[in-house]
DNA sequence: AGAATAATGAGGATACCG
DNA sequence: CGGTATCCTCATTATTCT
């Protein structure tokens, strides 16, 4: 029942129908990795000493009310959810030195007044949350104050009756037994069509309150409507709220966490079985996470030797990860919603081949503006491309190989927006065969070595020693090698993209040669200080040009005066190339690529081919909030195309030690390119609308 | 000389296909 | 069930920089 897809041309052109409508899953309630509050309550505080989320820093700047020296460590921990009372009670006990100690303090003190605060109190932590006053008054006057568990279950069943009794008929919705949990989770998570969802749980009458309520727990106000639009992220919370009402805290600092893209994937992916364990783990995970964060500013770096901060933004998701990792695997045995990969791989065709595709229909929720385009390997673990595409309004990725573009073979799965009709290739042409790629190796070639096409140009290149073990192997046999041999050398040649430069002699390709194979111009890597490893490194995961070039060229006729392109993980700018070869002029780019070597690269590729648009780069995706966005669009009136590629390494079968799927802590940036497309198509539909 | 940076060599696992 | 392909990482060694 659940994940069923609608990629309609999929399902009637290619996929063998593997729909088999798998019974619903059962619940799991076990609770074999119980969240250890303990450890929650250890890293929680670690991560609250430090003013680390935009939200806290900005709740507290705004309350300020002065300067003192320690207003603004009050403000800290009141922006936490603690009374100010108390808080400036526990730094006079304790000092404002040792924040850790204030925390724990505060947190033994909450601890043991929650339960017999006053009323008035209890009401408001209540109302906080964003129940209505006069709700919670009855479900207090109800439950009597004691008990804050029975509070909020009932309170959650009372606002799960009102949205949804209007259209669903549970006839056991009125109990508040303790399933409750399961109805809700059914209700939000039944995911065949967020539509429907959105019409189940958010009635256009309760629809401004809910965003009211979004907004006042910290969100944008274009957030929330992502969040509801999405799957009624209302619930989520509510949910995430049973755990942190338990563990005896609610504050921004934990919506924050809620906020982050990933969890959506948590509960989509669990479908039916999220438990409350799941959920708490998450949240714990990134608590974890942004606890890290916190504990350790930019300056000193104890994880990275020397470069990203990324790997430990991200480094407490691993330990949940792994979990839950082994739980999916289970599940995934029986789950049939595996992505077929075509065969030949032309995604919805490529030049010089029968079989195009020119028409397709587009769920309503993906189509433009602006043009999206995501990029990513095809051959990722079981269920990745699921994920991707339900996370990009169900859009049917197109799978590419690019050996029929070029010499070399890049099997890649797109998911884009984009007509499909009247495509056309990059002119001239570039090499189709490793000869003609190569004239010169020629000669070289023993007829034994029957390749045509060069297999994926990967990141590393073989080693000296490779290549020198090949040369003694060959040379030790007379004439045509044994079969033995040939095999080897051959298994090697494929492996490592050898090709042949001598008699006996085998070498991995030169950095401009792969630059021409991707379609780049030749040294667009080369000089200003960059090394030899990054420039392979940065080609290794890159575009093919001539293959997305292709997917853009209709593009060419709809921006005759140009494109304003956001540009995510954008390397070593294969969307700009691609854009630039195919004459469309560049009008504003905003270019998101952590690497300086490559932001280098692109730099320095604008200013060579006199780009009369502007290049703005930024380092970290995670810059680019709602603020950040609003602002760009209101500059020049909104993205054309929003490109990215976010990163395969943990996608990737090369990957030996951390091929941990869209989770992984790389890849996982692929719900960043959500989060900002999303954001992207909510400012721009929100200034189009007020503009009308 | 010692620290920072770059190059090197070794090293499975997953998933597909026939 | 073997054959095959995969935008790779880690520890060590070499080189360059200060």
């Not at 001239?428 to 060069?454: C, G, N, Q, V, Y």
């Not at 990957?655 to 960043?672: I, T």
Request: some cysteine.
């Amino acid at each position: 029942m659940l994940r069923s897809f609608s990629w309609p041309i999929l399902q009637v052109k290619r996929m063998v129908d593997n729909n088999s409508g798998g019974e619903a899953d059962n619940f799991d309630w076990d609770t074999e990795d119980d969240l250890e509050i303990d450890n929650y309550a250890i890293s929680a505080p670690s991560g609250l000493s430090t003013p680390c989320g935009e939200a806290v820093l900005g709740s507290a700047e705004a309350s300020s009310s002065g300067n003192s020296p320690n207003s603004k460590i009050i403000d800290h921990f009141v922006g936490m959810g603690f009374s100010r009372e108390m808080v400036a009670k526990v730094i006079e006990e304790k000092g404002e030195e040792n924040s850790d100690l204030i925390l724990e303090t505060l947190l033994e003190y909450s601890a043991s007044t929650l339960p017999c605060s006053s009323n008035s109190k209890l009401i408001d932590h209540f109302v906080g949350m964003g129940f209505s006053e006069e709700m919670v008054v009855k479900v207090v006057q109800e439950n009597g104050e004691g008990n804050t568990d029975s509070i909020l279950e009932t309170l959650l069943t009372y606002s799960a009756l009102e949205t949804t009794a209007p259209v669903q008929q549970n006839p056991d919705s009125g109990n508040c037994s303790s399933d409750y949990e399961g109805s809700l989770l059914n209700d939000f998570s039944d995911f065949d069509s967020f539509s429907e969802t959105e019409e189940i749980i958010s009635p256009s009458s309760e629809e401004g309150r809910k965003l009211l309520h979004l907004t006042k727990m910290g969100y944008s106000e274009a957030e929330a409507s992502v969040a509801m639009e999405r799957c009624g992220l209302c619930y989520l919370i509510h949910i995430c709220n049973i755990f942190l009402l338990m563990v005896g805290r609610m504050s921004k600092f934990h919506l924050d966490s809620i906020k982050d893209p990933r969890l959506f994937n948590c509960c989509i992916e669990n479908g039916p079985d999220s438990t409350i364990e799941e959920l708490t783990d998450f949240i714990c995970a990134a608590q974890i996470a942004k606890a890290a964060d916190a504990l350790f500013p930019l300056e000193d770096k104890p994880f990275s030797n020397g470069s990203s901060h990324k790997k430990r933004r991200n480094w407490g998701y691993d330990l949940l990860l792994r979990k839950k990792k082994l739980k999916l695997e289970k599940r995934f045995d029986e789950d049939d919603d595996v992505v077929h990969l075509p065969n030949p791989m032309i995604g919805f065709g490529v030049p010089n081949e029968p079989d195009k595709i020119t028409h397709r229909v587009l769920p309503e929720a993906a189509l433009g503006p602006p043009y999206f385009y995501y990029e990513n390997v095809a051959l990722a673990p079981k269920g990745v491309w699921t994920t991707i595409s339900r996370f990009l309004y169900d859009v049917e990725p197109e799978f590419v190989d690019s050996k029929f573009f070029c010499a070399a073979a890049r099997k890649r799965g797109y998911v884009h927006n984009l007509p499909i009709d009247n495509r056309f290739p990059l002119l001239p042409f570039p090499p189709r065969t490793i000869h003609e790629a190569f004239p010169l190796t020629r000669k070289w070639w023993p007829s034994w070595d029957t390749r045509t096409k060069l297999n994926c140009l990967q990141t590393c290149i073989a080693s000296a020693r490779l290549t020198d073990k090949i040369r003694k192997a060959l040379e030790d046999s007379d004439g045509e090698p044994l079969l033995g041999i040939q095999k080897f050398v051959l298994e090697q040649c494929r492996k490592w993209n050898l090709v042949w430069v001598g008699r006996n002699k085998v070498a991995p390709l030169e950095p401009d040669e792969v630059e021409m194979l991707l379609g780049f111009p030749r040294n667009h890597t080369r000089g200003g200080g960059i090394s030899r490893t990054d420039r392979y490194k940065s080609l290794g995961n890159s575009f093919q040009i001539d293959t997305v070039a292709y997917h853009f060229s209709v593009l060419k006729d709809k921006f005759p005066g140009g494109i304003n392109l956001l540009s995510l993980f954008s390397g070593i700018g294969g969307a700009e190339v691609a854009l630039h070869r195919l004459g469309i002029p560049l009008k504003n780019v905003v270019a998101v690529e952590i690497a300086e070597v490559n932001r280098n690269i692109l730099r320095s590729w604008w200013e060579q081919t006199n780009q009369r648009g502007t290049l703005t780069d930024i380092q970290d995706v995670q810059e680019l909030n709602g603020d950040r966005l609003e602002q760009l669009i209101k500059n020049f009136g909104g993205f054309d195309l929003v490109v990215g590629g976010s990163p395969c390494n943990n996608l990737t079968g090369s990957n030996r030690y951390h091929r941990d799927g869209l989770e992984g802590k790389d890849s996982a940036l692929f719900f960043d390119f959500c989060r900002i497309l999303d954001l992207v198509k909510c400012i721009m539909n929100g200034t189009k609308s007020m503009i009308v």
